[in-house]
């Protein structure tokens, strides 16, 4: 099984093989700015079944050990990688072609919160 997925503009698109590790919501100050959104959404996948199929993503470094890709002419965010979890990629939901078959399982730094989002997982 793959899915596919890209970036608003089209420029840049990935392939990725096989069932996702996890999934989450991400809370963190840093996943919201990196997103512009009160909540970062991430499929999480081994690193070596994911390949980008058309284009190449800019890449940011938001912080020691962590890499942010996005497309350099539309500002979609794609992915993150960071060195706590050296061996995967975590894919923003969102720009897969059928989010839909990527269901939320976990939270990640729920502590951050916005504590006006509810999500129905609490």
Request: include cysteine; aromatic fraction near 12%.
């Amino acid at each position: 099984m793959s899915d596919q997925g890209g970036c608003l503009c089209g420029a840049v698109r990935y392939e990725v093989d096989g069932a996702p590790l996890r999934t989450a919501h991400c809370h963190c100050e840093s996943c919201r700015r990196a997103v512009g959104a009160v909540v970062a959404t991430f499929a999480c996948f081994s690193a070596s079944s994911f390949r980008y199929i058309k284009g190449v993503p800019a890449v940011y470094q938001s912080s020691p050990g962590v890499r942010r890709t996005f497309c350099s002419r539309c500002g979609t965010s794609l992915t993150y990688q960071g060195e706590k979890w050296a061996n995967e990629i975590h894919v923003l939901t969102a720009t897969f072609d059928h989010p839909e078959n990527f269901p939320t399982t976990h939270q990640a730094f729920a502590a951050e919160r916005i504590p006006w989002f509810h999500i129905g997982m609490d």
